[in-house]
């Protein structure tokens, strides 16, 4: 099983680009998240997925649009990059086969210049 | 809202050491799940230990274990016999009942270097 997986790893944007987030998980878990992580700042809530065909916004949605394409993928997409969005997004999925543990992917870092 | 504080941004600790990070939180839940997660610097972030609210006993694994004061709020990581590959950035974190869609609330970490 691979787990969670994310593409791209890095991406660097320039101000008022487009890109979409990638991610996908192989444990059949009903539920996924975006988090984003900033210095000193631990890591926040963006979007998550309860299951296929739901999503709901976190602590900061702002910015960014989801789409949870079926029960694997769940991605992210920035339609008009800003430099305030410079940080390193991490998806991550559970479900209660994994006992409600949270399973996170690699990380995907982004630069916004 | 809940709220996770983890008070210490850096610490150190000498190779085969113990060391204790601190963590408290907010809540009025009454049944919850506390976690640390640990994050090296290859940026993957790795479940250490989790606790149930419910449970009185302290969760362990291996040479990690906790010290969970319900009452308090407090739920201290305890690191024995310090590794060198231990070093990474601590995150504790809360999750409410789980209901299917219940997300994780991060402290802001503790940065640990354990030193040779």
């Known amino acids: 099983n691979a787990g969670v997986t994310q593409t791209p790893k890095f991406q660097v944007l320039k101000t008022g680009q487009s890109m979409t987030l ?7 878990h009903n539920s996924m998240y975006w ?3 900033d210095p000193g700042m631990g890591l ?3 979007y998550y997925s309860a299951s296929e065909g739901t999503t709901d916004k976190g602590e900061v949605p702002n910015g960014y649009n989801v789409s949870r394409l079926n029960k694997r993928e769940f991605s992210l997409r920035l ?3 800003a430099p305030s969005q410079t940080s390193v997004y991490f998806c991550a999925s559970s479900g209660t086969s ?3 543990t949270q399973y996170f992917g690699p990380g995907t870092r982004l630069t916004v210049l | 809202a809940q709220t996770v504080t983890q008070s210490q941004p850096e610490m150190s600790v000498q190779e085969a050491e113990t060391v204790t990070l601190s ?4 809540t009025s839940e009454s049944n919850y799940y506390l976690f640390w997660y640990k994050q090296p610097p290859s940026r993957q972030m790795i479940l250490v230990i989790r606790q149930e609210a419910y449970k009185q006993q302290n969760a362990t694994e291996n040479r990690f274990s906790v010290n969970f004061q319900k009452a308090a709020k407090s739920f201290s990581l305890k690191i024995s016999d310090s590794q060198l590959g231990d070093t990474a950035m601590y995150f504790c974190a809360f999750m409410k009942p789980y209901s299917g869609n219940t997300p994780l609330v991060f402290g802001k970490g503790t940065r640990l270097s354990v030193i040779a």
Do not use: K, V
Not at chain 2, 23 to 26: K, R, V
């Open chain 1, 98 to 100: 994994g006992r409600n």
């Open chain 1, 35 to 37: 988090y984003r992580q």
């Open chain 1, 22 to 28: 990638q991610c996908a998980q192989d444990m059949n």
């Open chain 1, 79 to 81: 339609e008009s990059a």
């Open chain 1, 44 to 46: 926040r809530l963006i």
């Open chain 2, 23 to 26: 963590c408290t939180y907010d």
